[in-house]
C-alpha cells in the first residue's frame, strides 16, 4: 500500500512538471529591448535556448508561450502586430 501511494505521488509530480515544460517556439526574453528586435529574445528549440534567427514572438505563427524574464524591460512600438500568440508572462517589464 506505501509504495502504491508512493508512485501515485511521483506521478502527480512527473505529471505537473510537464505542464510547465516548454515547447519548441516559445520565447523568453533574453535582454532588455523592444519587441520586434530579435536581440531581445531567446528561443526554445526543443532542447536548449537559442538566439533567434530572424523571428521575436507573433511574427510567425506557431508561437506558444512567451515570457518576460525579471529584470527585462520589453517595449512595444506603433509597428507591432501579432499573428499568432499564446499566454504571455510578465515577470519584467512591458512597455
Avoid: C, H
Avoid at 42 to 64: F, K, L, M
Amino acid at each position: 500500500m506505501r509504495m502504491k501511494k508512493i508512485y501515485l505521488i511521483f506521478l502527480f509530480i512527473l505529471f505537473t512538471l510537464a505542464s510547465f515544460a516548454q515547447n519548441a517556439g516559445d520565447f523568453q526574453s533574453a535582454a532588455s529591448g523592444d519587441w520586434t528586435n530579435v536581440n531581445s529574445w531567446s528561443e526554445w528549440n526543443g532542447s536548449t535556448w537559442i538566439s533567434p534567427a530572424s523571428a521575436y514572438p507573433g511574427q510567425n505563427t506557431g508561437t506558444y508561450e512567451v515570457t518576460i524574464l525579471a529584470g527585462d524591460v520589453i517595449t512595444i512600438n506603433s509597428n507591432w502586430t501579432s499573428q499568432s500568440m499564446g499566454n504571455v508572462t510578465i515577470n519584467g517589464t512591458l512597455s
